[in-house]
């Protein structure tokens, strides 16, 4: 193993022992039997000019001074091509996401491994002690710290755990979807706040659209409407119809009226009306921070019959830990437990094991008397009502504590609905 930036800097000697130069970078390429990109020429600088040596060429490259195979009249000079990638101008710096350990890092050095004569990029080195190497301190100041530092992340990350991001170079290091898909929207949402606009929007547009949605729903609404900003509007739109009713509300309220207008026109009828509801709603009431999304059934039914009637009209629920009980004119007459409708005897009503005493709370009452509702009687989710006791929606736990509890906090505090 060899560390690249120990090599930047070294003479290059032609066949006679000539030198025709210093090493200024190292120009690599993806090869499709290998992971990890391989070396395939060094860029020399002279005194005027830099000259490009094909790998070919090289006799010796991990030694104190490389060493060519031929003479310096005889080099037939390399040719990049749109794929080559330059090591120093290219990685060395740049940002990088780190997949596995789920963080934005920079990279300060790469770690070079010789497989069959050929060198690779291994690994890359986001250590401190790697940051120290490249400014030349002395090996035991980089031991001082690599003991100091024990213990702590990782220093070294597979090059194929990484994602390359640079405002102006298209993404070097391709992941794929999949393994972006597989972190945590959290996750996603911290990856995100720690990159500049440009890195963020190449990252979600590498996103479906199903966890594009749950990723924004894990920011603040600013940063949101910030982030959808440059999305055409029919991607806007399916997102929005993705999220959340509640969190779609919220995002609309930080957009321009106008471009409002123009996504709910573009989304379905049912999503698009049931945000210019909430819309319509003080954004600190209950009817400001419900979602329109829960679960509701007739009283008509035996527990069988309900289970029946969830598993299809229930799937997009915000939460179904609670089932709520209408009648005709949508008035709220009792609630189950999703335990209590699954416990009970097939065929029983359930008009015989509901509660019919609700707790609710009012479209108008605000989100700190919600959040105390639902501190009180120690709910997941209470539902909202107007003055006929119609239900409107419901308020999750989270969303009623959402401005009580410091955002840091809340980070924190793993989240109770899927």
């Known amino acids: 193993m060899a560390y690249f930036s120990e090599l930047l800097g070294r003479l290059v000697a032609d066949a006679d022992g000539e030198c025709i130069g210093r090493l200024e970078d190292l120009i690599a390429s993806n090869r499709s039997e290998m992971p990890h990109p391989a070396v395939i020429a060094l860029v020399v600088k002279q005194r005027s000019k830099e000259l490009l040596v094909p790998f070919s060429a090289v006799a010796v490259l991990l030694a104190p001074a490389i060493s060519l195979k031929c003479t310096a009249t005889s080099i037939k000079p390399f040719e990049p091509t749109a794929d080559s990638l330059y090591l120093a101008r290219d990685v060395l710096d740049k940002q990088i996401i780190d997949i596995n350990g789920v963080r934005v890092v920079r990279v300060n050095d790469l770690e070079l491994a010789r497989v069959n004569g050929a060198i690779y990029v291994a690994n890359v080195d986001v250590s401190s002690a790697g940051l120290m190497r490249r400014l030349g ?60 606009r440009n890195e963020s929007d190449k990252l979600l547009q590498k996103l479906d659209l199903e966890t594009l949605a749950d990723t924004l729903e894990e920011v603040e609404p600013e940063l949101q409407a910030s982030l959808v900003e440059a999305m055409p509007d029919q991607k806007v739109a399916d997102v929005l119809e993705e999220m959340a009713p509640d969190e779609a509300a919220d995002l609309l309220a930080e957009i ?163």
Do not use: C
């Open 137 to 196: 301190l002395p090996k035991f100041v980089q031991g001082f710290l690599g003991r100091w530092r024990r213990g702590q992340a990782p220093g070294f990350i597979s090059w194929d755990n990484v994602e390359l991001l640079a405002s102006d170079q298209p993404m070097r290091l391709k992941v794929p979807s999949d393994k972006l898909g597989e972190l945590h929207p959290a996750d996603l949402a911290e990856i995100i706040g720690d990159l500049s």
């Open 256 to 418: 321009p009226e106008n471009r409002t207008k123009e996504l709910l026109n573009l989304m379905e009828h049912k999503e698009a009306e049931d945000l210019r509801k909430l819309l319509t709603y003080p954004e600190d009431d209950a009817g400001g921070i419900m979602t329109t999304d829960f679960a509701v059934i007739p009283p008509n039914l035996t527990a069988n019959q309900a289970i029946a009637l969830l598993r299809t009209t229930a799937p997009e629920a915000e939460t179904i830990f609670y089932v709520y009980v209408t009648d005709s004119a949508e008035q709220l007459i009792g609630v189950l437990s999703l335990s209590d409708l699954v416990l009970a005897k097939p065929n029983t009503p359930v008009t015989d094991f509901m509660h019919r005493r609700v707790v609710t709370v009012h479209l108008k009452d605000s989100q700190e008397k919600v959040a105390q509702i639902i501190s009180k009687y120690n709910l997941l989710a209470v539902p909202v009502v107007d003055d006929q006791n119609k239900i409107h929606g419901i308020v999750t736990a989270d969303d009623a504590l959402d401005k009580i509890i410091p955002t840091a906090w809340k980070k924190r505090i793993p989240r109770l609905y899927s």
